[in-house]
DNA sequence: GTGGTCTAGACCACA
DNA sequence: GTGGTCTAGACCACA
């Protein structure tokens, strides 16, 4: 895994956790890669690793058992699809207040997701 | 003017001075306004302003003429549009991108996009 | 039973054996159920159970007869409300150093026990 | 500063802060001692003071400007009080629920409160 | 000067 | 083995 250093890196590892939970990777009752063996994976330190497990335990989006491990919260089956129907509709949302900050209105946002698209092939 | 503490001070002046040449409050061949009295009127250390204004210049939205000012740059009737443009698109990709990131596919990104515009009215 | 999380695990075991004698159901002389059993009923490592009996021994509230198993400590019919004595006590007196820590007297500590007794009925 | 090593050294400077606030040492709009000097002056690594800050940020009871320090948020004169009212209020209600699972009556509580606060002086 | 992130690595309680 | 805390110290963006 490359990370942006724009973008702590415990962000970052935060949000390759939600892709796997998106993915279907990783679901409710999984444990998580350990501390040390994420940390070995990704060669980046412990501490930000265990930083990035807390921030996700805040989220609610996982669960530390003392001495045990850290584990997805949740119930089985529907953690994925929850997960990316909330992240999508906060990043819509952030989204579409930017663009109004911007001063552009609701239907020139579609026009421009559509050249943005066009333009991404 | 009220600033989100989760981002640079100086990049929101920034989009406060783009924000001004897409109102049409500033237009090409303006002079932008002094440091001193912006600091004043956003009540900003004028270091702050200062860089902002550095950054501006660096897009080459601005230019700086020396004992003059800061004065927008390019053609008198375009560079709202234009600049409207630009931000349109680029904050479209980055959108963009940060959906495929979380496994969102293009045809879902616009059924987002109609979520979030309804919840916001 | 259910654990709180933010308590070690094998503390909330020594609370459970001590309540069991308080509330009668554990008296002096009885045995403890054993490490296997306990740890079966509890859904829990066997070694965290041998840690909270360590625990109870070291406080002699247990004691442990060498291949007999481990037995409840004291007199038949005081044990259960000496121990509510004791436990009553530490509790109350560390309560009151914490308050007294948040700057809050005597005086008005029994004003916050009232208000908070009010508030969980 | 003493620590009471039993008790993760970040929480003591929290309960430091809320104890200055409490006692009007601190109001709101104070700024709180930079990092690096409250790490000095507790003779303690600045990450700690760190992760305490960020921690009495995330209670919002601390607001932190960028590249300007901390301060304590919320209205100028109420602060103390209210914190005060607030901490009494969970500290005694958590001490009510450990004195129920122990298997003391609302009447008995209050008759170890007495003597606790007897046996103090 | 101010806080934020990260590394390297130690030591600890817990299961 | 597992996560939690802490030190020592570097480097960074921001005001």
Avoid: C, W
């Amino acid at each position: 895994m490359e990370f942006d250093k724009n973008v702590p890196i415990y962000i970052q590892i935060m949000d390759e956790i939600k892709h796997r939970i998106i993915a279907g990777a990783l679901k409710a009752g999984d444990k998580v890669p350990s501390v040390r063996d994420l940390a070995e994976e990704l060669k980046v330190n412990p501490n930000t690793i265990v930083r990035a497990y807390q921030e996700l335990e805040r989220e609610r989006l996982t669960e530390t058992k003392r001495g045990m491990g850290t584990f997805i919260r949740g119930e089985k089956e529907l953690q994925g699809d929850k997960l990316k129907e909330e992240i999508g509709l906060s990043v819509a949302k952030a989204f579409i207040q930017k663009m109004h900050d911007a001063g552009i209105k609701d239907d020139e946002i579609v026009l421009f997701i559509k050249k943005a698209i066009d333009e991404e092939n």
